[in-house]
């Protein structure tokens, strides 16, 4: 992956006035009780030239695994330690709510869990997580597998070009695949929607894609605007974002009226038996009205359903683009991935029974999301003051913060942090197998399977919070386990049957931030079927 460096050719006087600006804020900021924390002292442009992730990275090696950054207007705790991440993730973690994120997001996801404030999320958290049972994810699998084999069939198509006689490969933007591919699973599965966006085009597609694009800009354009009065009838690209959701919330209130109207008694015996295999409609939506009564507030389901459908979309697209991204530099693990793939499924499709044996593809995404974790920060803001534990390299006496910090906890630098990790930068699934203990680590429980027995991929409780891909407390990820397994689902189809190379070298692969880590321009790659040579 290129990232740009610093630029060293921009003129003197504009990096000497931001660098000034940069420090003048870090001193003002640099008092208080986070005061000992140690200060990181980059220049603002390094914010501007690069994923900010990358730089959070080189600082933590300098300063530490709790230290201070001022950022812009305000001054921001970045946290990569596991110790400490467990501390505000589950043992304090109503001493936090979502800070800026939920700022960013509430215009999208209303009371939605991602934003929702306490009270909110308490009473919805209760009612939506029973929805992702076992029983439910099995009879998800269905989904997942019907829906990978119409984009397997599309490539397929395209292989046979048409008239053109039968092609040895083709070039695809795995990355936009993908995506298609999450989104008519999210559709399927949480609202019983088919999107259909493997095969084509609709305004409720290009509207999803409008929504993320201002959800992604919004996280990465440090000033609000848009909260200016006004400024979403005045500027352009807010009055499109305006249009898109109601595009959007139209579908989504369409779809909430039609599960309430077509409500029968039969379903909810079934629904209560967990009886989805005999269900014609086994998705969360029938689950979250048949299970709570026509009564349920229409506004606050349209705001669940908005916020499972950018939760789980562009996050499980990018799990599977840099799993490409990493196998397709790897081919002997590619070809280890293969040899499973043909030992366990043959040229059958994946079940919820087969996965348990499809161990070396599970491996290969949960190793994507430790490289690339998605979101590669959490965000948190302190309701109350709060002490820290001292972290395995910090003050030992940790630092107290007052209310109304901001804080980074940076997945990215727990997962791929030299304390916890050997060759951390490599992709290595094999890794989970044999993953080292803590030794000496004050604190740190270290890894150890036997912390979740009968877990199907390595999680934060395994690994006492070093690798936590899905966050870890009572705020975790409802998905976790639907996205893994569609995850592995996906990636053991396509590569059931085709070869994959990337189309030019890694190097030009370029990687950009926003809410998740995707590409700049898109995962290009040839792919062959199986079998076919050059
Ligand atoms: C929360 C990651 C897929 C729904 C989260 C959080 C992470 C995460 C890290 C915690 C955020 C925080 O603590 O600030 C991922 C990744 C996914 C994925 C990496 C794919 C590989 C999904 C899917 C769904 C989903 C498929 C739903 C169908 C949610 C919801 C929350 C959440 C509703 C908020 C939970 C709460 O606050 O109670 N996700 N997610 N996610 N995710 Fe996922």
């Known amino acids: 992956v290129r990232c740009e460096s610093t630029s060293t050719d921009e003129p003197k006087t504009k990096r000497n006035l931001l660098d000034s600006a940069s420090n003048l804020l870090t001193n003002l900021l ?28 080189d600082w933590f090696l300098k300063h530490g695994s709790v230290y201070k950054l001022a950022f812009g207007p305000k001054a921001f705790v970045v946290v990569s330690d596991p110790i400490v991440a467990r501390h505000i993730l589950r043992e304090n973690a109503f001493f936090y709510d979502k800070g800026v994120l939920a700022d960013i997001l509430e215009p999208i996801m209303g009371k939605g869990l991602i934003p929702a404030d306490l009270d909110t999320w308490k009473q919805r958290r209760r009612v939506i997580a029973p929805g992702f049972h076992v029983l439910y994810l099995e009879a998800m699998v269905k989904i997942f597998t019907d829906c990978s084999e119409r984009t397997i069939l599309k490539f397929e198509k395209l292989l046979q070009g048409e008239n053109l006689g039968v092609r040895k490969t083709i070039e695809l933007d795995l990355e936009a695949e993908f995506s298609s591919l999450a989104l008519d699973i ?13 095969t084509k085009e609709s305004p409720v597609i290009k509207a999803v894609y409008g929504t993320l694009f201002e959800a992604e800009h919004r996280s990465t354009f440090y000033i609000p605007y848009w909260n200016i009065p006004l400024a979403r009838w005045i500027v352009p690209r807010q ?43 086994a998705s969360l939506l029938r689950f979250l009205v048949d299970m709570r009564g026509a009564d349920v507030d229409d506004r606050q389901l349209r705001d669940d359903l908005m916020t499972m459908l950018i939760a789980g979309h562009e996050t499980t697209a990018a799990v599977l683009t840099w799993a490409v991204f990493l196998l397709a530099q790897n081919p002997s693990k590619m070809r280890k991935a293969q040899a499973e793939i043909d030992l366990v499924l043959g040229q059958g499709r994946p079940t919820f029974e087969l996965l348990k044996k499809l161990e070396y593809i599970r491996l290969i995404v949960v190793e994507a999301l430790r490289l690339y974790p998605q979101p590669p920060l959490l965000i948190r803001r302190s309701l ?23 804080i ?69 990820c409802v998905g976790d386990q639907f996205a893994l397994m569609e995850s592995t689902v996906a990636l053991a189809m396509l590569l059931q049957k085709f070869d994959v190379e990337l189309k030019g070298s890694a190097e030009s692969v370029e990687l950009v931030t926003g809410a998740t880590m995707h590409t700049k321009n898109g995962l290009w790659c040839k792919l062959r079927k199986r079998g076919d040579v050059h």
């Open 30 to 57: 640099s008092g208080g009780s986070v005061g000992s924390m140690p200060i990181a002292e980059g220049a603002v442009t390094d914010l501007f030239d690069r994923p900010l992730f990358y730089s959070l990275y």
């Open 186 to 198: 999210i559709g399927l599965s949480v609202f019983n929607h088919d999107f259909g966006s493997v």
């Open 239 to 281: 009055r499109k974002f305006q249009k898109d959701l109601k595009v959007i919330n139209d579908c989504l209130d369409g779809l909430i009226r039609n599960a309430k109207d077509t409500r029968e008694e039969t379903d909810v015996e079934k629904l209560q038996q967990r009886d989805y295999k005999n269900l014609k409609d």
């Open 384 to 406: 109350r003051s709060d002490v820290l534990p001292g972290g395995h390299k910090g003050d030992k006496d940790g630092y107290t913060i007052p209310a109304g910090t901001d």
């Open 408 to 476: 980074f906890l940076s997945v990215y630098n727990l997962h791929r942090s030299p304390y916890f990790w050997d060759r951390p930068h490599e992709f290595e699934p094999e890794r989970f197998l044999v993953q080292k203990k803590s030794e000496g680590i004050e604190g740190w429980a270290g890894f150890d399977p036997s912390r979740s027995p009968g877990a199907l991929y390595p999680n934060e409780i395994i690994s006492d919070f070093a690798f936590l891909p899905f966050g870890g407390g009572p705020r975790k």
